[in-house]
């Protein structure tokens, strides 16, 4: 097989890997990538937008937490072929159909993880950032939000890579990007476009978990070794800085 990668021969004797096909198919290949990105950027861009509120509500509202965090991961539990399936009645056979999906199995993930993350703020930092005079919406993006980007992130990277792999079960309304080419180089038995999407698809996970984890960085550069923080960052020093006065001066005069 490695002496007919390269040429022709490679597509007539079906061989798994095939420089030929890739030179042929080139087009096709870039088309159904630039689909995949399209639909796994935009369901975790929504999932995100809808899980964020979510979480909010969750937090803020007494008894809300078990119904919101129970009702996504009851929709995480529903096989996707059939959620598919639910929504084509609704969004037709169109790609509303897979992006609706995915957004749903999204919020299980993300929905636990920003909780998670703002749940672990201490209290004390809170505490001081409000005797700074910060309200709710300051308090929420100046303080809270920043130390729980790493949770944020954390389940972000998971949902995208879990993204990532479910737009192939797209391919059951014709809108699966990679999926599209490796449902039907299954049903014809094309070993080279089987292995081509998948290799693919395993790259674009891959790609997307490093620049999340990169952005992650970016975003919080006061969590590395003589780092200068950023505008969060320093809101969040000076929360930490002023619950440590606070206690100081409380034991003071104790």
């Not at 790493?150 to 809108?175: F, H, N, Q």
């Not at 992650?216 to 969590?223: A, K, S, V």
Request: hydrophobic share 55%; glycine share 12%; aromatic share 6%.
């Amino acid at each position: 097989m490695s002496g007919r990668t390269g040429g022709a021969n490679c597509l007539e004797a079906n061989d798994w890997v095939c420089g030929e096909y890739l030179r042929t198919r080139s087009q096709e290949l870039l088309d159904a990538t630039v689909q995949h990105l399209g639909i796994t950027a935009v369901s975790v861009a929504l999932g995100l937008l809808l899980a964020f509120p979510l979480a909010l509500v969750a937090r803020s509202r007494r008894g809300a937490a078990g119904p919101v965090l129970g009702l996504t991961t009851v929709l995480y539990t529903i096989p996707s072929l059939a959620m598919f399936a639910l929504l084509t009645p609704v969004f037709g056979v169109s790609a509303a159909v897979v992006v609706t999906g995915l957004v749903l199995y999204s919020l299980t993930i993300l929905v636990r993880n920003i909780l998670a993350g703002l749940q672990a703020v201490p209290a004390g930092v809170r505490e001081a950032a409000r005797g700074m005079g910060y309200g709710p919406v300051r308090l929420l993006f100046g303080v809270e939000l920043p130390l729980a980007i790493p949770a944020l992130v954390a389940g972000l990277r998971i949902a995208t890579v879990s993204t990532v792999a479910m737009t192939t079960v797209g391919s059951v309304v014709g809108y699966g990007g990679l999926g599209n080419l490796i449902a039907s180089g299954m049903a014809g038995f094309f070993k080279a476009e089987v292995l081509t999407a998948s290799v693919l698809c395993v790259l674009l996970a891959l790609v997307a978990d490093v620049l999340l984890m990169v952005l992650q960085r970016l975003l919080t550069p006061w969590t590395r070794a003589g780092a200068r923080p950023g505008v969060w960052g320093r809101a969040a020093a000076r929360a930490r800085g002023r619950t440590r006065a606070a206690k100081a001066w409380a034991e003071r005069w104790e």
